[in-house]
């Protein structure tokens, strides 16, 4: 059993920057693939970056690319999304995710509660 926790999020203004930070419980987070969705109002949840296991694989939908960031810290069981040249199209609830497979398609076995991340234009 996994717990994800997310943190981070916030209010901010289009071109600003945030980071954020999924801390999970359990001894054997690094061998889980990890991975960002983001669910906007009156919109499905979708995929935004994930990241193998080693961290040597990364993967974005293309609407992020060149301006977010994953990033993993084993030591710390910690998973991190970097959120650069912010948009109001980014204006979404943030979920951490974990899959205990290798395929970023997942499925995906765990999830933390969400962060909000508001874009004001």
């Known amino acids: 059993q996994v717990q994800l926790v997310e943190s981070g999020g916030g209010l901010v203004q289009a071109g600003d920057s945030l980071r954020l930070s999924c801390s999970a419980s359990g001894r054997t987070f690094s061998r889980y693939t990890m991975a960002w969705f983001r669910q906007a109002p009156g919109k499905e949840r979708e995929f935004v970056a994930a990241?193998?296991?080693?961290?040597?694989?990364?993967y974005y939908v293309d609407s992020v690319k060149g301006r977010f960031t994953i990033s993993r810290d084993n030591a710390k069981n910690t998973v991190y999304l970097q959120m650069n040249s912010l948009k109001p199209d980014d204006t979404a609830v943030y979920y951490c995710?974990?899959?205990?497979?290798?395929?970023?398609?997942?499925?995906?076995?765990?999830w933390g509660q969400g962060t909000q991340v508001t874009v004001s234009s």
């Open positions: 995710a974990a899959s205990r497979g290798t395929y970023v398609s997942g499925p995906y076995d765990y």
């Open positions: 990241i193998s296991w080693s961290a040597g694989s990364t």
